[in-house]
């Protein structure tokens, strides 16, 4: 892609193709035999141990005798695209562009059967996969007006 010879510069070359200047002049270097050992160990920790970040993943190497630090194995993991399994924060915030909808049953009094219904869908985990429940529930009563499942996807079963 860049000839070092061309008649034009490295640096005009870089700009045509759409690269940085210092791309060109970088040079990877390769990963040591005692970081690839490491490595191995790291990947094989991580894969019984998912949830485990650069420093429960240092503790654990640390006990077995390899003496490495926090920071070099977080490098390592960024390096091999491992990251410890934990819950994000933020899953819940709104985005702005999404509209607001009003919540229609403020300040209404739910007194009788048939007035409300909510329909609630649960994931539930199975041997082999997973099913999706959905129910119709009647507020005022908290009868389960009907259902379905994965088994019965033609309509809703009446209970």
């Not at 860049?2 to 970088?26: C, D, F, M, P």
């Not at 920071?71 to 390096?79: A, D, F, S």
């Not at 695209?81 to 562009?97: C, D, F, N, V």
Request: hydrophobic content about 35%.
């Amino acid at each position: 892609m860049i000839n070092r010879r061309h008649s034009l510069s490295v640096t005009r070359q870089a700009q045509l193709v759409g690269i940085s200047r210092g791309s060109v002049y970088y040079q990877s270097r390769s990963v040591s035999a005692g970081d690839l050992a490491l490595m191995e160990r790291i990947d094989k920790l991580h894969l019984e141990h998912p949830f485990m970040g650069a420093r429960m993943l240092r503790d654990q190497l640390n006990r077995v005798g390899e003496d490495v630090g926090r920071k070099h194995v977080g490098t390592l993991m960024k390096r091999m695209g491992i990251e410890a399994l934990y819950r994000k924060p933020g899953t819940s915030k709104k985005h702005p562009g999404h509209k607001i909808y009003p919540y229609l049953l403020r300040g209404k009094t739910i007194d009788r059967a048939n007035q409300v219904w909510a329909l609630d869908t649960t994931y539930i985990p199975m041997a082999k996969g997973f099913v999706y429940l959905t129910a119709v529930v009647d507020w005022a009563s908290r009868k389960v007006l009907a259902k379905q499942d994965r088994d019965n996807l033609g309509g809703l079963s009446c209970g």
